[in-house]
């Protein structure tokens, strides 16, 4: 399958992978990873991603959250354009 969507990262996104990358160098795989899915399967049509369209959330934020391992990629789709928002590491208290 070849990639059909194009990808585009917000300055947001670039600053918090910068810092992640200091302290977890392991996310650069699963970011590359990430890249791959969402430039073939970012609707996950597929049904075989961990990827949740988030309710109540505005265009611009981050609509749909792909979970890999302890990171989790929020995004928004605008027609063949996927645009990452967010990258963070998810806690044990993140839920609390």
Same mark, same amino acid.
């Given at each position: 399958?070849?990639? #059909?969507? #194009?990808?585009?990262?917000? #300055?947001?996104?670039?600053?918090?992978?910068?810092?992640?990358?200091?302290?977890?160098?392991?996310?650069?795989?699963?970011?590359?990873?990430?890249?791959?899915?969402?430039?073939?399967?970012?609707?996950?049509?597929?049904?075989?991603?961990? $990827?949740?369209?988030?309710?109540?959330?505005?265009? @611009?934020? @981050?609509?749909?959250?792909?979970?890999? #391992?302890?990171?989790?990629?929020? &995004?928004? $789709?605008?027609?063949?354009? /996927? /645009?990452?928002?967010?990258? @963070?590491?998810?806690?044990?208290?993140? &839920?609390?």
């Amino acid at each position: 399958m070849t990639p #059909s969507f #194009s990808l585009r990262t917000t #300055s947001r996104y670039e600053r918090l992978v910068t810092r992640l990358l200091l302290v977890h160098p392991e996310l650069r795989t699963l970011q590359n990873r990430a890249f791959d899915i969402l430039k073939t399967d970012p609707y996950n049509r597929s049904r075989t991603q961990h $990827i949740k369209k988030l309710v109540g959330i505005p265009v @611009g934020e @981050g609509q749909r959250r792909l979970s890999l #391992s302890r990171f989790r990629f929020r &995004y928004d $789709i605008y027609e063949r354009e /996927v /645009v990452l928002h967010y990258c @963070g590491l998810r806690r044990e208290e993140t &839920y609390r």
